[in-house]
């Protein structure tokens, strides 16, 4: 989907919110959203896995940008309310004990990269998604809700005992099947962005703070980790 196109399809569902799905993955993050009948532009180096979608989701409305979202094809040719990005873990994941997590200095490129895509589109809210290793160099995230780390400016998040207590299972299980958000979250984000919506709670500024960019801060359940 060239940025042509980007525009084309952004106006024609101009009638329908807009939410952004950086680093979509398996696309799971943005599950709630394609319920609800929002539009949904996903943002991955490749087409989302036929065995990552969660169970049901038949809602696909909107359409996957083949792209490197460190040089997005687009710009802010829509009014987009929501933005979600999940920058692959592995450069802040705790998991691997023969790693000395005390001395490594994971890249920070694709974080920048979110940031400038904030700074960018101007959503309404925003939420980057990583693990509790990236805690030492992001900073307290917004929300934590079971291993999922928040940052962002976001209306509190209700977590739900299925999303808080989701332990990620890694023994025998693919990459994929890790890298899914598990439908009660998705679910839950997007109920508190269409809450805040509905409050008229204010547009984010122009570049938001990662740990304190306005979202609620407070624990969910869970234990943390990649």
């Known amino acids: 989907m ?3 196109e980007y525009r084309s399809y952004a106006m024609t569902g101009a009638e ?10 398996t696309g799971s993050a943005t599950l709630g959203f394609r319920e609800a009948g929002w539009s949904v532009i996903e943002v991955d ?3 989302p896995p036929a065995n990552g979608r969660p169970a049901r989701d038949g809602h696909r409305s909107g359409g996957r940008v083949l792209a490197d979202c460190r040089r997005l094809p687009f710009g802010r040719t829509a009014r987009v309310e929501f933005l979600w990005a999940s920058p692959p873990c592995t450069e802040f994941s705790d998991a691997d004990s023969r790693v000395d997590h005390t001395r490594k200095h994971p890249s ?3 974080v920048f990269a979110t940031m400038a895509a904030v700074a960018e589109l101007r959503p309404r809210f925003w ?3 990583n ?13 934590k809700v079971g291993p999922f780390c928040l940052w962002g400016y976001f209306p509190a998040i209700d977590s739900t005992w299925e999303a808080g207590t989701y332990q990620k299972a890694t023994a025998g299980r693919s990459a994929i099947a890790r890298a899914v958000i598990p439908p009660a979250l998705a679910r839950a984000v997007y109920q508190a962005v269409d809450r805040g919506r509905r409050l008229r709670l204010g547009r984010c500024g ?3 703070g990662l740990g304190g960019g306005g979202g609620a801060h407070h624990e969910g359940g869970g234990r943390g980790g990649a």
């Not at 329908?16 to 993955?25: E, S």
């Not at 805690?135 to 917004?142: K, Y």
Request: aromatic share 6%.
């Open 127 to 129: 939420i980057l998604e």
């Open 108 to 110: 920070l490129e694709l």
């Open 45 to 47: 180096l490749a087409r």
């Open 2 to 4: 060239a940025d042509a």
């Open 16 to 25: 329908r919110p807009l939410a952004i799905d950086l680093f979509a993955g």
């Open 131 to 143: 693990v509790r290793g990236a805690i030492p160099f992001l900073g307290i995230p917004a929300q």
């Open 206 to 208: 122009r570049r938001g």
